[in-house]
Structure formats: C-alpha cells, structure tokens
C-alpha cells in the first residue's frame, strides 16, 4: 500500500492548477459572474481540451492521453477549486464517443435525472431533452434546464457512478478552496485589535473547515483508485458535506462581505448546491451504503 | 496511489491471520470488566503469546527490541487482529503505545534495557501520569513537585485520572523540577515505580459504573535521579514526543471495530422493524460512510509516515477530531435502534455509548484538538 500521490500525479495536479489558476483565476471568475447571462468560453474549452483534460482517460492508442480515474479526480479536483464552468464531466465521458468531444472542438452536456446543465450552448446532448424548460438557476454560472420527468432516461449506470465520483472531486476542489479562503480572511482581517482567526470561535469553524476537507479528500481519492460503487457513494456524501457546509462557514467567517455579490464566497455555495442534485442527490448514495451495512463489510 | 497489499504485505497479512486462527481458540475467558487483577492478567497473557509469536513491539525500532515493521505492516496487524476478535491492548496500552515508544526514543542504553524487554515480554503495566487536578488541557501547568536529595528525587503533589493504576508496575510521571523556570521549561520526565512508599492510590468511578482510572497521591515518593528520562527541565520536550505517538496510532484498532459494530447496528435494526424507517436507515447510511473515509484516512496517514520515516504528524488532530465525534454518534444510532431498550446497562452498547462520552475529552479535548489543526496546519495566530 502507498495510499499518496506519485510525483507524476502531482506533476499533473500541479500543471493542472498553473492552467486554470492563469485562464479562470479570481478576477476571471468575478467577471463572469457579473456578465448577466452566462457564456461558455470556447477557446477555453478548446484549451482544455488541447491540454488533455477530455482525452485524459481516452486510450493512447485512440489520441487520448491515457491515464486513470485517479488523474481524472486530480484533474476535477482543481476545476472544482476554480469553479470553472461548463459541463465539464459530460463532455469528458462524451470524449471517445461524441465527435470533438475528447479535442473540446465540441461542448457535450447529458440529461441528469430530471436536470441539463448549459443545454442552449451545447453540440451535443446525450439523453433525452426533450420538452426541457430553463429554470432560474440559483448559480449565476451554471444554467440549468428541467426536462419533464415523463421522459427523464435511465442512465448508463457506469456513467452515474463517473459522474457521481467527478462531482465529488470537484466538491473536494470547491471545499479545499474555501477553506484557504476563509483561513486568508481570519489571519488579515482584524478586529478587536486583533486578526479575527485569534479568536477561537472563528479558529474552531477554521479547524472543522479543514477537517472536513481531508476527511472528504481520503475517501475521494480512494474512490478513484478503487472505482467500487460503494466507496464512490462514501466519497459523494463526504464531499458534499465539506462543499455545502465548507461555502457556508466561510461565508460566516467573511461576515457582510461573505453575503455580497462582489466576494466571490456566494459563489462557491451556489455551485455546491447545484452538484449536490446531481445522479439522484444524497438520499441514493445513504441507501446504497445502508444496503451494504446488511451485505457484510467491504 | 496505491491501496492494495505488495508482496510482502500479502505474506504478512497471511501469516498473521493463520496464526491468531490457530490462537484465539486457546485464550482463556475474558475476565469481568470490574476484575482488576483478571485483566492484568489476562492483557499480560495475550502480550505473552505475541512476544512468542514475533509480533511483541512491531513498530518498535530493532534496537529498542522491535521488528522494525514499516507503518504498514503494523496498520496491517491493527486491522487484522481486531477482525480476528483478538483481545485490545488494555493495560498494556501505556507501555506499548506512550512510555515504551518514549523510552525507546529518549531514553538511554540502560533505560532501554531495564523498561522495554518487560514490556513486549508482558511483564510489567504502565500507567501514565500527567494531567493533575488544576493541569488538565493546560498541562505544563502542573504542580507536583521533585526536590533532589542525594541520588533521589523526592516527589510531593497529586495526579488524576491516572488510566490502569491500580494494576500498575510504573507510572511515567511529570513533575515540576524548577520552579522558577517558565511553566515549559522547569518539567522533568520520570519513571516511577507504584510500589514505592508514599504512593496512595485511589480509584475513581466513571459514569459508566466502573473504575477505570484513579487519582494517585505522592508524599515524599523517593524516586532514582536514574530513571529521569532525558534531561532535567526537558521533560516538556519529552512530552510532546510521547503525545505525538498517542494521536499517531493509538485508534486505528478502532476504527475497523467500528465499522464491525455498525454492520451489527444495521442486523439487529432489521431483526427488530427499524430498518424501515428510511430517516434511521440513511442515518446509518451517513455512519458507513463516515466510518468508511476514517478507514482511508487512516491508510493516508500511514502511507505518508511511511513516507516520512515513521514519524506521526499532525494528520492525528485531524482523524481524533472527527473520529471521536463519529463514534459518539455511532452508538446514539445503536441507541435509536434499540429503543427502550437502550437503557438497558445490560447491552453491550448501553456502556459503549457512556464510555464514548470521554472520547472528546481524554488524550486532548476536542477544543484543544482544534486550536492545535488551527493554529499548527492553518497558521493561525494564537489569541490573547
Ligand atoms: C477516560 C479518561 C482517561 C484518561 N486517562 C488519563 C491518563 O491515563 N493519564 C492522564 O494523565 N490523563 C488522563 N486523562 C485526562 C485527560 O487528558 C484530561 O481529562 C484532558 O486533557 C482534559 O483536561 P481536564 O479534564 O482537566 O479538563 P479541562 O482542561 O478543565 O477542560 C474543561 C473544558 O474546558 C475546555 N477548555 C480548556 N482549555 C481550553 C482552551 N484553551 N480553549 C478552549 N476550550 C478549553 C475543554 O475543552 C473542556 O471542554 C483521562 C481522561 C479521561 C476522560
């Protein structure tokens, strides 16, 4: 057992990270949610694309790249952070199998339950949109449309566990970047005549920030190496619980700037909950590791 | 990452799995959790048929009398005899997890020789004394002190919730040896023999009914300026050793015990009808999840000690907090699913569920467990 990443994965995650944090950094991300409605950005998708993040899992021998689950969390991990945008998992398990999907010349999205996300800038759609009406979506980033549940498809049922692992390694990516953010606020921000992080009350929501977050991360990455449905459904709850509650706290330690628009605090709750919906929410995963309990130990 | 066994890993697990099969038939009885002297005997017994067997001290250096067993193999062992229902550490947990460990680094060639060989052999229970009863979260506030007279040091003062006292041979104790050093600077580490005259012992009861830790009261103990271990004024140093080793490893066992009582919590919900209510049933969902990203967490740390030269880091703050916590909730869930019958002190997981209720306070409180994950990974300023 070496349960750490190899020098290679954190070549990659590295990599990965310098990319994003260049092309969608803080001001990136501020401007677009400022923009009104939102735009898939094109060239970045094709960057992306260039850069492997498609393809990363796509044989060699069919021009991808070549890697594993484990590099594809990496991967997602760091968009998550970054809260890129774009119906990022679709596209990547379209990569192979929708023309220009694996190259990001072609935008794919997928029905999700009774959920599409960025259907109006999509080339392709895998699943049935048919009768989709646009919803107001709570994250200013991610439009969203509802299929009627008459039509709603059952998925592949390996694509719901992909989908449900990449959702979690991007909530991982989400939680950790709160964390950081609320831990820079705590130690500038002063109050009393003194930072705000001295104070226990906020030190403690700091502690339980972090700790959520390695917590989720163990059983993510773990996830991504086993591929066990069981582990993906842990990983999910886990990851979750650190994105929707990690937005939250961090919210709290920014205090009025955390409810503005202008901080990008909101944002990262928003966003939380929007993939906290996705491939049947929680209530599929609690069941799925209650059954389990009765199976014996895995 | 990697989570399956080498080729070694796989030999080692085999080879313990075939031996504790052939072992654990033989045991003798569990003694009675009020028997005191049944389970000295009992905990030294079973040390006994490890030290037999090879496994006594595996994480242990080879010069301090262990097999110099990388992290992993010992997670391997933790994991496996507590599948196998091998009896826990008990009363050799002192010795084998706090006061051997700190021996066997600080400590030395004659300190090593005389304490370590008769703790892997099972011979001798520790105890441990630090927390006093106006030094608890605040320990380097202690009080007792050590004067020297002669070859001796002469100690006065008391300590409370002394774990296995009364079944100890040794205490390892924290006394005040300069009193007009700053509060870090003036304490010294010393290992104690409880049959020394002076020493009163008296135990405590826990809200679980039993006594398992006790107050011990020292008169003008007289104790051998020979078993201070490390230097005079230097035991805070020592200490932090000690305590890095107790948030390292000490749960692991734990955690796999756990998962088996959870998988038990889910049998008996279903025998009993409450397997239908969907609220217990995705609560007990959330707990093998819970419990499941523990067990990994435990396999991350390992790996990176194993990484790092074996040194436990401050990933323990982080896995006692949510471990403790995680467990408290563990029997709550038992406690819904039994129903009235939770107050039964008859079933097992009625005192589980009480002794869970120390877990956020022994060995470190969850607040203080919290300022050390903020201010020593987070980099936060210390408040005023
Ligand atoms: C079952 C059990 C076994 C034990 N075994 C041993 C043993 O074998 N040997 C031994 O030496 N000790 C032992 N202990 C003692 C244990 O280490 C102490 O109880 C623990 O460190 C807390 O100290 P205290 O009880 O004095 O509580 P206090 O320190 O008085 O704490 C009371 C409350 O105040 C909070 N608090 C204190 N300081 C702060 C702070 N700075 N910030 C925020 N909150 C704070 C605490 O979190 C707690 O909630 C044992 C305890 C238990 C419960």
Redesign the interface.
Same mark, same amino acid.
């Given at each position: 057992m070496d349960f750490q990443l190899t020098d290679d994965q954190w070549a990659l995650k590295r990599g990965v990270r310098e990319l994003l944090t260049a092309r969608f950094g803080p001001d990136e991300l501020r401007a677009a949610a400022g923009a009104g409605s939102p735009d898939l950005d094109r060239a970045l998708w094709r960057e992306l694309g260039e850069a492997g993040f498609f393809a990363l899992r796509l044989p060699e021998a069919d021009g991808g790249v070549g890697l594993g689950l484990p590099e594809a969390v990496l991967a997602f991990e760091e968009a998550g952070r970054v809260l890129l945008p774009g119906p990022l998992i679709a596209t990547h398990l379209a990569a192979g199998a929708v023309d220009g999907a694996a190259t990001g010349e072609a935008v794919v999205t997928a029905v999700d339950g009774v959920l599409v996300e960025w259907l109006d800038q999509a080339d392709a759609v895998r699943g049935d949109a048919t009768g989709a009406e646009p919803l107001r979506s709570v994250d200013p980033l991610t439009p969203v449309h509802r299929v009627p549940a008459a039509v709603s498809p059952g998925a592949d049922p390996e694509a719901v566990l992909l989908t449900s692992l990449l959702t979690a390694a991007e909530q991982l990516g989400t939680a950790a970047r709160t964390c950081e953010l609320a831990v820079q606020h705590a130690r500038t921000r002063e109050q009393f005549g003194q930072p705000i992080g001295a104070f226990q009350a906020v030190k403690h929501l700091c502690a339980q920030l972090l700790v959520r977050v390695e917590v989720a991360r163990a059983a993510v990455y773990a996830a991504a190496v086993t591929a066990d449905p069981v582990d993906v459904a842990a990983a999910r709850l886990l990851a979750d619980e650190a994105a929707v509650r990690g937005a939250r706290d961090c919210l709290q330690v920014h205090g009025g700037m955390g409810f503005t628009w202008e901080s990008e605090v909101h944002l990262f709750l928003k966003r939380a909950w929007l993939r906290t919906q996705r491939t049947g929410g929680d209530t599929e995963s609690d069941e799925l590791l209650a059954d389990d309990l009765l199976a014996g130990m895995g | 990452?990697?989570? $399956?066994?080498?080729t070694e890993?796989e030999e080692f697990r085999a080879r313990l799995r075939e031996w504790l099969a052939k072992v654990l038939p033989s045991l003798p009885p569990k003694p009675s959790p009020d028997d005191w002297p049944g389970r000295r005997a009992y905990d030294l017994g079973w040390q006994r048929m490890l030290y037999d067997a090879g496994y006594a001290g595996l994480h242990w250096p080879v010069d301090a009398g262990g097999r110099g067993a990388t992290p992993?193999q010992h997670?391997i062992y933790l994991e496996e005899t507590e599948k196998a229902g091998a009896p826990y550490v008990g009363a050799n947990f002192v010795g084998l997890l706090h006061a051997g460990p700190t021996i066997a680094s600080e400590g030395s060639a004659e300190q090593r020789a005389r304490w370590l060989p008769p703790v892997l052999r099972g011979e001798e229970v520790w105890c441990q004394g630090f927390s006093e009863p106006d030094a608890g979260s605040d320990l380097a506030a202690l009080r007792t002190r050590a004067w020297r007279d002669g070859d001796d040091y002469v100690v006065s003062g008391s300590k409370i919730w002394t774990s296995h006292a009364e079944v100890a041979d040794w205490c390892e104790l924290l006394v005040r040896t300069d009193p007009t050093a700053p509060k870090h600077r003036g304490i010294s580490w010393l290992a104690m023999p409880m049959d020394a005259p002076g020493i009163t012992v008296r135990p405590l009861r826990t809200l679980a009914g039993s006594t398992e830790f006790a107050e011990v009261f020292l008169d003008e103990a007289r104790i051998p300026v020979a078993n201070r271990v490390g230097a005079e004024n230097d035991g805070w140093r020592v200490t932090m050793v000690t305590l890095s080793y107790e948030r390292g490893t000490a749960f692991v066992g734990e955690v796999v015990a756990c998962?088996?009582v959870? /998988?038990d +919590? $889910? !049998?008996e919900a !279903?025998g009993n009808g409450r397997w239908d209510d969907a609220v217990l049933?995705?609560r007990? /969902?959330?707990l093998? %999840?819970?419990f &499941? $990203? @523990?067990w990994?967490?435990t *396999?991350?740390n390992?790996?990176?000690a194993?990484?790092t030269g074996g040194v436990p880091g401050v /990933?323990g703050s #982080?896995f006692k907090? &949510?471990y403790s916590h995680a467990r408290q909730e563990l029997y709550d869930a038992a406690a819904e699913v039994l129903g009235p019958e939770a107050l039964d002190l008859g079933r097992e997981w009625t005192l589980d569920r009480l002794s869970s209720l120390s877990y956020t306070i022994a060995a470190g409180t969850s *607040?203080i *467990? &919290?300022?050390i #994950? %903020?201010?020593r +990974?987070? /980099? @936060?300023?210390?408040?005023?």
């Open positions: - | 990452m990697d989570l $399956a066994d080498t890993e992993t997670l998962r088996r959870l /998988g +919590i $889910a !049998r !279903r049933r995705r007990l /969902g959330r093998n %999840a819970e &499941r $990203a @523990l990994r967490l *396999q991350w390992v790996s990176e194993q990484r /990933g #982080v907090l &949510r *607040q *467990q &919290r300022n #994950v %903020a201010e +990974i987070l /980099g @936060l300023p210390k408040g005023r």
